[in-house]
């Protein structure tokens, strides 16, 4: 019912603006097309003006009322370069968008149509324009020279002690493997996968580097200031692992393993503290990946070698959880197969709307 | 082939000879154009630029109307609008937005808008329409080719539109379509029969765009009148003239990504998938790659976004120095630095894949090639406010329209220098921050542009004019509106806010925006509603606008204002006039503007 006296009050609204924008056509020829043109000139040369003043004053309006809802201190190395890079674009990308929006409604306003101006003939000047070429040139280079040394800082190759984990993304879940104890990812191959036979990455059983690799579903624990390598891949379609705490993202390709390294800083304890009891490390699929794509989340839980190397030692090999079920003990629950469905429920409904 | 031989030759297939020398053109007696001939399958420019427009309109209304549903979902996730379900059925369930239903609607939404409205709709009206009237020709290069490009693009909108009605749904795998997404119905329910239409109606769209530009290019160059050198060319020209060659070279390219895509989604090729376990099943495709399609698509892609801009400026350039009674400031820099943006448009697909597994070290290439388009925009920028400075500024909707584009271009296009950094984009991938960026400075500058051209344009169009004060209402409530829209948005890409979620509510890192999301949402209700409103004022005024009494409205130099109120087939009566001199002699030696048909006097002063 409400929709329906909105949109009433569209037309009612509409029927009156057009009636004063008909009636308005009538005056200006009575009054004379010139002064009727002249009222709208300083009419509009002042609303540009306006729109300047309350413009600038919006865009500090809004950076007052949202800064503080935008992310806060980077949550890894790699996140303080990244951040670092946007101030010192942030800072001469303003610069430059103030002088122009004030000298673009400026002039409009100042040189409005007066009766008796002449405007000036002005139709080049080469030193004028050689000054605006130059200029951002030099700044684009700087802004290049600096992205490009925190671009490959970022890219470059992953500390030789870094932990690695590999992540696999499929239709609306986040897969992780450790490598175990012999700190190899054992071989995979897509055919194998099978999440009835507790093998929902396509793990080559035959491969001895598998055995002990450690399947997990939804939550990844990583070791907090120690660098850590993700193996990013696909099973369906593209998906993305988003990492906004930690600035980070890369995609995950069917058939194309990608890579990403960060050094985490803080644990999610320290983050809770300064965020609050709601925080959470989450994982987001940044790629248009189905009908389930706002759903896709993961998460990631930072905490200190020791509490890793407990949570580790709980955990079961794949390889021996599959086999266990092979020779008919399918007590045991898998941690990727059927669970992702029970975690998906209780994460929300909106969720389980989708995957089922 | 001359002008006066282009136009017999076409009034032979048309059927008529008395054209010419029916000055007054529409609707005379004289004339023996069937309605077909004249309003449907016209090979007039001026009505294939009309046909063009309208169908642009229509386009522009759907594909606004379907933002302003996906608007609903996220500024209002709790609500349900039973209104909906009564419209959409079970793709609104209790009348709340289904997932496959909203993914199809922002699929679509961007689809329409950058293929259909902004490039069909902008640069195939005002090229249509300005390039034969600018040049100095009776039509173009081939009307026939020109109306097939026309009806090719109507039957793309067929399919476009069909696809809305078939049961699975239109295509929903987003605008860009990545397979494999896009190849596998079982993935996504918009990959079934919704695909194969949007790709058949893409491979029309191509085929209409072809035949389109190559037209445009073969006019500029071989049937420009006496007199009329390239370096006296108005901007629109030269921007309408970059745009059809960027289309030319790149749209072929985006077909052979389509067919492709064709190929593996119904024979069993692999050229984009590999090492697939969907649904249930391994794929046996191996060996193919995902990351091909992305080139494939965004070197047309990234084209696409300056195919859209590039008439917007050229339209820009001209009505500011008209309005300014001033010359465009640095003409040829204008048309360098356009040549410029045309070049390196080609040399930056990749900065759309930084985070797709792209070699970083392509990357590191693609970072400095796209930062080096801000210089060509940078200078552009100056030279329009430079065009302003010391003028005497006439503030009609079409100027304003002018100038707001550039105000956008500007905020847009400073986030383009934060999104080109291969560092900053990592974190900014995907987020709204890329919305807010590309909405601001293709989406609405484009259409500022647009909306600049119909104001501008509308008395050549039809000989009457718009209603101002809508225009005037319109422009402040559409420039407001979009900073609010937009504006906020890009705090929502800094927190990480990914685009095409549909929901917050699971997410403890993005739900904090729901205020902000309904201001968006109200805000975008009254924008569209305002240019409805824009709708009712170009049909109204069709019929009722305050008639042209003066043949050159605006004073303007150009040669479109030497033809007839209401010009007939082949523009001029008589000869076609011979040109002179450059379009910008606004101001010069104390008068107002002298056309370009004058020719130089004695005591002149250079420039």
Redesign the interface.
Same mark, same amino acid.
């Given at each position: 019912m409400s929709?329906f006296w909105i949109i009433v009050a569209?037309l009612l609204g509409?029927l009156i603006?057009?009636q004063?924008?008909?009636a308005?056509?009538y005056v200006?020829i009575l009054k004379g097309e010139e002064r009727a043109?002249n009222e709208?000139?300083r009419i509009?040369?002042f609303?540009?003006l306006a729109?300047l003043v309350v413009?600038l004053f919006?865009?500090w309006y809004?950076?007052h009322a949202?800064?503080d809802?935008?992310?806060g201190e980077p949550a890894s190395d790699?996140?303080v370069?990244?951040?670092r890079?946007?101030y010192i674009?942030?800072a001469?990308?303003f610069i430059?968008?103030v002088i122009?929006?004030v000298?673009?409604?400026w002039?409009?306003y100042k040189?409005?149509?007066?009766e008796g101006?002449?405007?000036?003939?002005?139709?080049?000047?080469n030193k004028?324009?050689l000054i605006?070429?130059v200029i951002?040139?030099i700044t684009?280079t700087v802004?290049?020279g600096?992205?490009?040394y925190?671009?490959?800082e970022?890219?470059?190759e992953a500390p030789e002690n870094a932990q690695v984990v590999e992540v696999t993304g499929?239709?609306y879940k986040w897969e992780f493997r450790y490598p175990g104890a012999d700190k190899k990812l054992g071989k995979k191959y897509?055919?194998e996968?099978n999440?009835l036979k507790n093998n929902s990455l396509?793990q080559v059983w035959s491969d001895p580097d598998n055995h002990d690799d450690i399947v997990a579903s939804q939550e990844v624990h990583l070791v907090v200031n120690k660098p850590v390598k993700f193996i990013i891949y696909a099973?369906?379609?593209?998906h993305?692992v988003?990492l906004?705490?930690f600035?980070?993202?890369?995609?995950a390709?069917?058939?194309?393993p990608?890579t990403m390294w960060f050094t985490p800083k803080f644990t999610t304890r320290e983050m809770k503290q300064k965020n609050g009891d709601?925080?959470?490390y989450?994982i987001?699929?940044?790629?248009?990946?189905?009908?389930?794509?706002?759903?896709m989340?993961g998460v990631v839980i930072v905490e200190s070698q020791a509490e890793y190397d407990v949570f580790i030692s709980k955990q079961k090999a794949q390889y021996a959880i599959a086999m266990e079920a092979e020779k008919g003990n399918p007590a045991t629950p898998s941690p990727s197969g059927d669970s992702t469905q029970n975690k998906s429920t209780s994460?929300?409904a909106?969720?389980t709307?989708?995957i089922q | 082939m001359n002008n006066d031989q282009t136009i017999h030759v076409h009034e032979g297939a048309a059927g008529t000879h008395e054209v010419l020398h029916d000055g007054n053109g529409h609707g005379h007696h004289e004339h023996k154009q069937s309605f077909i001939s004249k309003y449907i399958f016209s090979q007039d420019h001026k009505t294939i630029a009309k046909q063009f427009l309208i169908t642009g309109i229509i386009w522009a209304i759907i594909g606004a109307l379907f933002s302003v549903l996906f608007r609903l979902q996220l500024g209002y996730p709790e609500e349900s609008?039973p209104?909906l379900e009564t419209f959409f059925g079970n793709w609104a369930k209790g009348g709340r937005i289904?997932?496959?239903f909203y993914?199809a609607l922002i699929t679509m939404h961007g689809t329409i808008l950058v293929f259909f409205v902004l490039t069909a709709g902008l640069s195939g009206t005002f090229a249509n329409l300005l390039i034969p009237f600018q040049v100095g020709a009776r039509d173009m290069a081939s009307p026939f080719m020109n109306m097939l490009s026309y009806w090719f693009f109507f039957a793309a909108g067929v399919v476009m539109m069909s696809s809305l009605f078939v049961q699975t749904g239109p295509a929903?795998?987003?605008w860009t379509m990545?397979p494999?997404?896009s190849a596998?119905g079982q993935?996504?329910?918009g990959s079934k029969l919704g695909t194969d239409l949007w790709i058949t109606a893409m491979a029309l769209f191509v085929i209409s765009s072809l035949l389109g530009g190559l037209n445009y290019i073969a006019t500029i160059l071989n049937m420009r009148t006496k007199g009329m050198s390239m370096t006296r060319l108005p901007l629109t020209i030269w921007g309408l003239f970059f745009t059809a060659i960027l289309g030319v070279l790149s749209f072929p390219v985006l077909l052979s990504g389509f067919i492709l895509l064709l190929f593996d989604r119904h024979l069993g090729t692999s050229f984009y998938? $590999?090492?697939?376990?969907?649904a249930?099943q391994?794929l046996p495709n191996?060996?193919? !790659?995902? @990351?091909l399609y992305q080139h494939l698509f965004w070197f047309l892609g990234h084209p696409e976004v300056y195919i859209i801009i590039l008439p917007a400026m050229g339209m820009v350039s001209e009505i500011l120095s008209v309005n300014?009674?001033?010359?465009?400031?640095?003409?040829?820099?204008m048309v360098g630095s356009l040549f410029a943006i045309t070049i390196l448009a080609f040399l930056v697909w990749a900065h759309h894949m930084f985070?797709?597994?792209l070699n970083?070290f392509m990357?590191?290439v693609f970072?400095?090639l796209t930062?080096?388009i801000?210089?060509p925009s940078?200078?552009k920028?100056?030279?329009?406010?430079?065009t302003?400075?010391?003028?005497?500024?006439?503030?009609t909707p079409a100027m304003?329209y002018a100038?707001g584009f550039? $105000?956008m271009f500007?905020?847009g296009g400073?986030?383009g220098?934060?999104l080109g950094? !291969?560092? @900053?984009d990592?974190?900014l991938?995907?987020?709204y921050f890329v919305v807010a960026h590309f909405h601001i400075v293709m989406g609405v500058s484009a259409f500022f542009g647009m909306f600049a051209g119909v104001y501008h344009w509308y008395p050549k169009m039809f000989g009457r004019y718009m209603?101002?004060?809508?225009g005037?209402?319109h422009f402040?409530v559409t420039?407001?509106g979009a900073?609010l829209i937009f504006?906020?948005m890009h705090?929502m890409g800094?927190?990480?806010v990914?685009?095409?979620?549909?929901?917050?509510?699971?997410?403890?890192?993005?739900n904090?925006?729901n205020d902000?999301n309904r201001m968006i949402t109200v805000v975008s209700i009254i924008v569209f509603?305002v240019n409805l409103?824009f709708v009712?004022?170009f049909f109204y005024s069709m019929f009722k606008g305050?008639k042209l009494r003066t043949q050159n409205p605006w004073n303007a130099n150009t040669l479109e204002w030497t033809t007839p109120i209401n010009p007939g087939h082949g523009n001029w009566e008589g000869e076609i006039p011979e040109v002179h001199r450059w379009p910008?002699d606004?101001?010069?030696?104390?008068r107002d503007f002298i056309p370009q048909t004058e020719p130089v006097g004695p005591n002149e002063s250079k420039?």
């Open positions: 929709s569209f509409f603006v057009f004063i924008a008909k308005s056509e200006a043109r709208s000139n509009n040369g609303l540009l729109f413009g919006g865009v809004c950076n949202l800064k809802r935008i992310l790699h996140g370069r990244i951040d890079m946007l674009t942030l001469i990308t430059v968008f122009t929006q000298a673009l409604f002039f409009a040189y409005q149509e007066k101006r002449k405007p000036y003939f002005f139709p080049h000047n004028l324009e605006w070429t951002p040139a684009l802004l290049v600096f992205g490009l925190y671009w490959y970022i890219t470059g499929s239709q897509y055919r996968i999440p396509g099973k369906d379609v593209i993305d988003g906004a705490h600035r980070m993202k890369m995609d390709v069917p058939g194309m990608t709601d925080f959470e989450e987001s699929c940044d790629q248009m990946c189905g009908k389930g794509h706002f759903s989340r994460i929300s909106v969720t709307k989708v | 609008f209104i289904e997932p496959e993914y929903s795998g987003g990545y494999p997404l596998l993935a996504n329910l998938l $590999s090492d697939i376990y969907t249930g391994a191996e060996g193919g !790659s995902p @990351i300014s009674r001033k010359p465009i400031f640095g003409y040829m820099a985070v797709s597994g970083p990357g590191s970072v400095l930062l080096l801000a210089i940078a200078i920028v100056f030279n329009w406010i430079t302003i400075w010391r003028g005497n500024v006439r503030f304003l100038i550039v $105000s500007i905020s400073l986030t220098i934060w950094n !291969s560092t @900053i990592i974190h991938h995907d987020t209603n101002n004060t809508l005037y209402i402040w420039l407001v900073y504006w906020p705090y800094m927190a990480g990914p685009r095409r979620y549909l929901d917050f509510t699971i997410w403890k890192s993005f904090q925006f902000l509603a409103m009712f004022n305050r910008y606004y101001g010069k030696d104390g420039h």
